[in-house]
């Protein structure tokens, strides 16, 4: 390769095979004038499996390498067998971090983490933390936030233990302290997504305790947080409860906010019977539990740019209906609540397409259709709901930076995070028609949108 190459279009070729590592080293070796851009690339966004984060640690204190370790931007952890069901420690990954100066962004991906040798010490912390399918040891949890807790904290599919653990519980039942997740160490935390945790054997007396989703929240400065990604099961009294706290007392700078319903159902029940047939309510938004909390967005939450529902779907025969429907009730209470002065996207998210459900074709083709939970939902008054939310301004159209609504197929938050809205697939199906028919008086001002994630090797 020509060393009379500008070092900006090196650059720029080495940007295209990011993420190539056979390809930048063989790149490295070509010339010793692309050498050091090469290594810059190849190390910069470096992927590593969990048991040879000890190793390179070792490797980049030599001598010869030390220049490398500036290098590295974005670290990766990967599952790999070699580490076993006891996971690797936590102390490896704390040493490696003291020695990336340069790190901005750590991502975990079904990793195992104990704590062996693990010393709580200072904190090492990196711009954006991204967590999924891993599982915490021990007291490593809680090490782990206080330790690389940065802007941005995402923790979705994890195994955790007993309860006591976050507080740094020890096996004598004395409080370690050292252990506990600080208000402090999430000082700076712009931005929080917490998705499903499952937790081991919970000891005699635990069940009540705080779950360390609610615990986070608790811990978040007041008011300081950006963005919010939280599931709540309104079934759970403490989920309801401790996201209804957050927002009244903490949500005031928040500007977007996502909320998945989809997890937990709402058991049918003679109460909730009478309910669902409540199609208007005390308020005109149909019946609801009324134990179910209201919240005024447009007072704890008066900068909200995007709001984010999740919300659960299911299928049933036309003469059984289910309470699903009390969710989308709640969800459309919130919603008129939202600060017209600045929303400006509401998502509508659904766990899968309901007209591609194989069990709702089979039955339709069978001559018995299924009766979704979108079609029990009272469009006139979502319709009605979102005139008033979305300021239009003065004329037709996207006034003043109005998006609109979308509605499509969303399962988790994680989705969207990783595929972006910009690389939704439209469908000119079912749904499409289904809900630009629904929504005709915003579809006609172009402020309606139906949507998928787009997978790798949908084929979409």
Known sequence: MSSL???????????????????????????????LPAQSALFSHLTLQQSQVHGFAEFI??????????????LQLKADKAAGWDGAPLSDLIDLRVLLPNLQSLILDGVILNDENLVPGSA????????????????????????????????????CPMLQSIYGYSDSGQVNEASWIRASSLASLRSLNIGVVHLTALKFGQEGSETWPHYLLRMCEGGELRSLGVKCDMNDRHDREKLHEFL??????????????AGGVVHFSGPHAALVRDETGQDGF?????????????????????????????????????????????????????????????????????????QYQVAAARGTPMVTTLQRVDWGKWEEVLMGVLDFGEGEGDGDGVV???????????????YGPGQRTI?????????????SGLDKRGLVRVFHVDRPGSGL
């Open 5 to 35: 190459l500008p070092t900006e279009l090196k650059i720029a070729i080495l940007d295209r095979l990011q993420g190539d590592a056979r390809t930048l080293s063989a790149v490295s070796l070509t010339a010793h004038h692309w050498l």
């Open 61 to 74: 204190r030599l001598e010869e390498h030390r220049h490398l370790a500036e290098e590295v931007v974005r």
């Open 124 to 159: 090492h912390p990196c711009d954006t933390v991204e967590v999924d399918n891993t599982s915490f040891l021990g007291t490593t949890f809680p090490v782990f936030v206080n330790t690389f807790a940065g802007r941005v904290l995402s923790v979705n599919h994890l195994l």
């Open 248 to 261: 009244t007392t903490k949500a005031r700078n928040l500007e977007h906010l996502r909320i998945d319903y």
């Open 286 to 358: 149909g019946g609801i539990p009324a134990i179910w909390p209201s919240i005024d967005l447009s007072k704890t939450c008066p900068s909200l740019l995007t709001l984010t529902l999740i919300l659960t779907l299911d299928y049933t025969s036309p003469h059984h209906p289910t309470d699903s429907v009390l969710i989308w009730r709640h969800a459309l209470r919130l919603i008129a609540t939202a600060p017209r002065a600045s929303l400006r996207l509401l998502t509508i998210g659904v766990p899968e397409n309901p007209f591609e459900n194989v």
């Open 404 to 418: 609109g609504v979308e509605i499509g197929e969303l399962r988790s938050f994680d989705e969207r995070k990783v």
């Open 427 to 439: 469908w000119s199906g079912e749904l499409e028609t289904f809900v630009r028919e629904k929504l």
